[in-house]
């Protein structure tokens, strides 16, 4: 849950302030943000499954974004697109959660219908049997 109410707060945050981010900063910006998206991502999917760790959220979310900006930054240097490996993995890791986050909404929305039809269900034949 805190993970969306982040994730909310920062697309309106998003929206609304007035940033600029200069072009020899947006690749390292850009992989830094996908990197964070997949550590929100794995947040929702770890809160779905009932084993969301705040601290394994903040560390992976402030761990991967650096490590992505320094690798975009060390093949800037190098002149090899090394940066692609963080999108290629974060980018396949973001597609995996968000099935799996499905999957599970999907799972749940079947049970709470099939335990609200064995509930009225369940009253029909108690009031039958009055």
Same mark, same amino acid.
């Given at each position: 849950?805190?993970?969306?109410?982040?994730?909310?707060?920062?697309?309106?945050? *998003?929206?609304?302030?007035?940033?600029?981010?200069?072009?020899?900063?947006?690749?390292?910006?850009?992989?830094?943000?996908?990197?964070?998206?997949?550590?929100?991502?794995?947040?929702?999917? *770890?809160?779905?499954?009932?084993?969301?760790?705040?601290?394994?959220?903040?560390? *992976?979310?402030?761990?991967?974004?650096?490590?992505?900006?320094?690798?975009?930054?060390?093949?800037?240097?190098? *002149?090899?697109?090394?940066?692609?490996?963080?999108?290629?993995?974060?980018?396949?890791?973001?597609?995996?959660?968000?099935?799996?986050? #499905?999957?599970?909404?999907?799972?749940?929305?079947?049970? #709470?219908?099939?335990?609200? $039809?064995?509930?009225? $269900?369940?009253?029909?034949?108690?009031?039958?049997?009055?």
């Amino acid at each position: 849950m805190i993970a969306v109410i982040g994730l909310l707060i920062g697309i309106i945050l *998003g929206f609304v302030l007035d940033v600029n981010i200069s072009d020899k900063l947006s690749p390292y910006m850009s992989v830094a943000i996908l990197a964070c998206l997949d550590s929100v991502f794995g947040a929702i999917r *770890g809160n779905l499954s009932k084993n969301f760790q705040p601290d394994i959220f903040i560390s *992976g979310f402030f761990g991967n974004a650096l490590l992505a900006a320094a690798l975009a930054y060390l093949g800037d240097k190098l *002149g090899i697109p090394i940066y692609m490996a963080a999108v290629i993995v974060f980018g396949g890791r973001i597609f995996d959660n968000f099935a799996i986050i #499905r999957r599970l909404l999907l799972e749940e929305f079947k049970n #709470r219908r099939k335990n609200r $039809t064995k509930s009225v $269900t369940d009253n029909k034949e108690e009031n039958d049997i009055k």
